[in-house]
């Protein structure tokens, strides 16, 4: 998941839940200072964060998550790694048959 792609989830989840305009929401956006959100406005988009990427966060750690960029660089940090593929399965048949 690229960084633009998180910031998109992750405005379009605060404008929802604080009800404000996505437009006002840049990396730059302090969650309390600038989007007045309190601390179960937090804990809500903690656990959005959780369960939309995967990513487990301590109670210290986010308390350390004060803006946007702080978020987006959470969550890109602590993605869980892709699946890998498969193995690939050996097959008896003669190649190109």
Known sequence: ??????????????ADELEVDPAR?????????????DSLDLYTLVQELEDSYGVAMSDEQAARIQTVAQAVDFVLAHQPAAPAAPPAVPSDREPGS
Do not use: W
Request: hydrophobic share 35%; aromatic share 8%.
């Open 1 to 14: 998941m690229t960084r633009d792609e998180v910031f998109e989830l992750i405005r379009e989840h605060l």
């Open 25 to 37: 929401i840049t990396e730059d956006t302090h969650f309390r200072k600038d989007l007045d959100a």
